[in-house]
């Protein structure tokens, strides 16, 4: 993995404080929609998308490209926002999220859009997916595919039972080329993890079904890129990165409070949430 210079840190701290307006924006057009979880992803979508991603924005299908499966779903607003300032459709169509006949829906919809790679919703079913697409291309290619297969998942979705039967499938096949990422934020729909289903010790539960596990602060650009890389030069054996995130981040009102997993802010919230990301961005082109 190519390392992270000063210059390619400001850059993607500023991308990814853009990232987080467009998702203000979107959800307060919607009037629905999800707003922690994607302004927690913020920061690892835009090191995704402009730093580590083999993609072509302007030819989606590209064949030699890696492949993004979005198993949460309703996190898709920092998706789109991402491919869109990423050049993949125009920024202006963000605001259209959710919108009857829009390509934006609430989930992702692999027919509506290009550059989904599958449409999801249902929590759990990502990681079979990938699993499904990496096997069907080692199968076409008669060997291990350079294609890396990368999966974002929440921590409340690995309450679900068929993510312990995929992990076990992808540890038992040796997929070297699926990196899972979970947005471990501590946060669902219905409370803190910790309350409706304690997930720990989460590292030691990976770890012992063959996967390299990592565990590093999904805000920590360079931590991020360095854990990538290493799973990247895993042999034999996926990977999982437990990316420690804080749901509603960049904004102090919606940070760490799990009522933000499923509600958009109001005109007033929003319109204070724009206003603090704002004064971010010019103390970051201060810097």
């Given at each position: 993995?190519?390392?992270?210079?000063?210059d390619?840190?400001?850059?993607?701290?500023?991308?990814?404080?853009?990232?987080?307006?467009?998702?203000?924006?979107?959800?307060?057009?919607?009037?629905?929609?999800?707003?922690?979880?994607?302004?927690?992803?913020?920061?690892?979508?835009?090191?995704?998308?402009?730093?580590?991603?083999?993609?072509?924005?302007?030819?989606?299908?590209?064949?030699?490209?890696?492949?993004?499966?979005?198993?949460?779903?309703?996190?898709?607003?920092?998706?789109?926002?991402?491919?869109?300032?990423?050049?993949?459709?125009?920024?202006?169509?963000?605001?259209?999220?959710?919108?009857?006949?829009?390509?934006?829906?609430?989930?992702?919809?692999?027919?509506?859009?290009?550059?989904?790679?599958?449409?999801?919703?249902?929590?759990?079913?990502?990681?079979?997916?990938?699993?499904?697409?990496?096997?069907?291309?080692?199968?076409?290619?008669?060997?291990?595919?350079?294609?890396?297969?990368?999966?974002?998942?929440?921590?409340?979705?690995?309450d679900?039972?068929?993510?312990?039967?995929?992990?076990?499938?992808?540890?038992?096949?040796?997929?070297?080329?699926?990196?899972?990422?979970?947005?471990?934020?501590?946060?669902?729909?219905?409370?803190?993890?910790?309350?409706?289903?304690?997930?720990?010790?989460?590292?030691?539960?990976?770890?012992?079904?063959?996967?390299?596990?990592?565990?590093?602060?999904?805000?920590?650009?360079?931590?991020?890129?360095?854990?990538?890389?290493?799973?990247?030069?895993?042999?034999?054996?996926?990977?999982?990165?437990?990316?420690?995130?804080i749901?509603?981040?960049?904004?102090?009102?919606?940070?760490?409070?799990?009522?933000?997993?499923?509600?958009?802010?109001?005109?007033?919230?929003?319109?204070?949430?724009?206003?603090?990301?704002?004064?971010?961005?010019?103390?970051?082109?201060?810097?």
């Open positions: 993995m190519k390392p992270l210079t000063d390619n840190v400001r850059d993607l701290t500023e991308r990814a404080r853009a990232i987080r307006e467009s998702i203000i924006d979107m959800l307060l057009s919607a009037g629905s929609g999800h707003t922690a979880g994607p302004l927690g992803m913020a920061d690892i979508f835009a090191l995704m998308y402009f730093h580590v991603l083999r993609h072509k924005p302007k030819d989606p299908l590209w064949s030699a490209r890696d492949r993004v499966i979005l198993s949460n779903g309703h996190i898709c607003p920092v998706l789109y926002a991402t491919m869109a300032h990423a050049g993949y459709f125009p920024v202006q169509e963000l605001t259209t999220l959710r919108a009857f006949g829009s390509r934006l829906q609430g989930h992702p919809h692999r027919e509506w859009l290009p550059g989904i790679e599958t449409s999801s919703g249902p929590l759990g079913s990502g990681l079979s997916q990938a699993i499904g697409m990496a096997l069907a291309e080692r199968m076409d290619r008669g060997r291990a595919s350079d294609t890396y297969f990368y999966v974002f998942m929440g921590d409340g979705e690995l679900a039972g068929q993510v312990w039967e995929a992990v076990m499938l992808a540890g038992k096949e040796r997929l070297a080329n699926i990196l899972v990422i979970i947005d471990r934020n501590n946060i669902q729909i219905d409370g803190y993890t910790w309350d409706v289903m304690p997930l720990e010790p989460l590292y030691e539960k990976w770890e012992s079904f063959n996967w390299q596990v990592q565990e590093v602060d999904g805000h920590n650009f360079e931590a991020m890129n360095d854990a990538i890389g290493k799973a990247q030069s895993a042999y034999g054996m996926p990977s999982v990165i437990i990316a420690h995130t749901p509603g981040k960049g904004v102090d009102g919606f940070e760490k409070d799990y009522t933000w997993h499923g509600k958009p802010p109001n005109k007033e919230e929003a319109t204070r949430a724009l206003e603090e990301l704002r004064t971010l961005g010019g103390k970051i082109a201060e810097d």
